[in-house]
């Protein structure tokens, strides 16, 4: 039988001492262990998510309690404990006491034996003492205070409160740990939205309609698309209601030609297809062939015949491809902060000095595809973060230096986007506020006599 604990402490080796990325390595996991149980894959998957979610906040109750700090213990132990320490803290349906000698029991049988009183200390005094702990106060320093509170990286919440102030800023924080639904859109050239609810409905499954976004539903107690009959038939796309803003940006008309230059796993080119009803058709690029794979897997399911996947660097010219599209999408790499409540690792890798090169990777991507714009067409500019570096300042920056117009989103997208009042041409969504996770957008329209 699988030891669920044991298979989460292995997850927790690969991704916080080998720097493996969390969805890869999970995601590989439950696929070898499909004898698991729904119950217990939910269980090894929050174990795995939640540790890492929490990770400063539990290293500094750990260190609270041990003589040996954190940084120097040695790795399979500091992840027992930090698994033993998530389950007293945030599981209700573990008992402390189990979640003690669950972890002694680990440690044992990993083969560290003489640390097992090491352990047993440690997570007994965790669990006794929970009001034994000094913890940093937020009067002393925001930055520090979030850094245990929300496990946030000092830098990344000081840059974040010089853009949206502390109320904001927390916000994200909040949202950065709290549960997100399973947002899906109906690919409606396939299906028709009552149809997909009707299906929907017939497995028991939950759902509420996002109105103002077509073909947007929020599943209700479902994480996970598996199983879901509606998404085997290609009826049904994972999609957050962000990432379905940027095809209603483009303003896709019947027989457009749309050029997708970073599209893995495929998000916003399956929508661009399924927008163009089988007409006219959807490029989707990437850099490596696994990149492609994944589009491709997901072209396969959804059985559309309008879009095609290849391996392509975005950073390269393709002279077959000046002047030929209707609309490019870039949806750009970028620091991820607007999805840290999906994949809670990004906010540990990411550093300053990669946010700067990323700002960089984006400009030079730009520098090459607005040439792939045709004259009149548009060029749609995403990313799923909230720093204005990669956003509002690039945005701006290619306005300046490129022949294009800025679209005013206001006239294209659901009015509850936009505060009444405001200047705006480009959207910044910060996670949660509008019920989606952090994004920006902003598109332009090439001038027609370029
Ligand atoms: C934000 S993700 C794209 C998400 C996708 N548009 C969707 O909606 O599913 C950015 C993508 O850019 C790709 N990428 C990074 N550098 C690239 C390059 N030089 N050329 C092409 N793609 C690149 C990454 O592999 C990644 O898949």
Redesign the pocket.
């Known amino acids: 039988m699988t030891d669920v604990r044991e298979t989460a402490l292995v997850c927790l080796m690969r991704i916080l001492e080998k720097g493996e990325y969390s969805h890869v390595v999970l995601k590989e996991v439950l696929e070898a262990h499909e004898e698991l149980e729904k119950r217990d894959r939910a269980f090894l998957t929050r174990l795995v998510e939640g540790t890492i979610e929490h990770l400063y906040e539990l290293d500094y109750i750990i260190d609270t309690f041990s003589k040996t700090k954190t940084a120097k213990q040695k790795p399979v132990i500091r992840e027992i404990l930090r698994m033993g320490v998530y389950q007293i803290r945030y599981m209700d349906s573990v008992p402390d006491r189990a979640a003690v000698n669950e972890s002694v029991r680990l440690t044992v049988k990993r083969g560290y034996g003489f640390f097992k009183g090491f352990v047993n200390g440690v997570l007994r005094a965790v669990s006794g003492n929970p009001d034994g702990i000094s913890w940093p106060k937020r009067e002393d320093g925001f930055a520090q205070w979030a850094r245990v509170k929300y496990s946030m990286p000092v830098w990344i919440t000081e840059k974040l409160l010089s853009e949206y102030g502390e109320e904001r800023t927390e916000g994200l924080l909040v949202c950065g740990l709290s549960e997100r639904p399973l947002t899906v859109r109906c690919n409606e050239s396939r299906a028709s939205l009552e149809e997909t609810e009707e299906s929907l409905r017939s497995q028991n499954i939950g759902f509420q309609r996002v109105e103002d976004v077509p073909g947007a539903l929020l599943l209700e107690n479902y994480d996970n698309p598996a199983g879901i009959r509606a998404f085997e038939e290609g009826h049904l796309q994972v ?1 957050d209601v962000s ?1 379905m803003l ?1 095809g209603l940006a483009a303003q896709i008309k019947p027989g457009d030609c749309v050029l ?12 661009a297809a399924d927008l163009l009803a089988g007409t006219g058709h959807v490029e ?5 062939p696994e ?1 492609v794979a ?2 491709r897997e ?1 072209i396969r399911r959804s059985r559309l015949t309008n879009i095609s996947a290849k391996v ?5 010219e393709d002279p077959e491809k000046i002047k030929s599209a209707d609309v490019v ?1 870039a ?4 620091s ?1 902060m607007g999805i840290i409540g999906r994949k809670s690792d990004i906010k540990y890798r990411l550093t300053e000095a990669s946010e700067e090169e990323l700002c960089a ?1 984006q400009r ?2 730009l520098q090459v595809v607005w040439k792939y714009v045709k004259p009149g067409g548009r060029l749609v500019f ?3 973060t909230v720093f204005p570096g990669e956003n509002r300042d690039n945005a701006r920056w290619f306005l300046e230096h490129y022949p294009f117009e800025q679209v005013d989103l206001k006239k294209v997208l659901p009015k509850r986007f936009f505060a009444e009042g405001e200047e705006y041409y480009d959207l910044q969504l910060l996670p949660g506020e509008k019920g989606t996770d952090g994004f920006f957008i902003a598109a332009f329209t090439r001038k027609s006599d370029t």
């Open positions: 999609q990432s940027v997708d230059v970073c599209a893995a796993p495929g998000g916003k080119s399956l929508h989707a690029r990437d850099l490596t990149k994944l589009i997901n392509w660097d975005a950073l390269n999408l949806d750009l790499p970028c991820g990777l030079k991507i995403s990313t799923c």
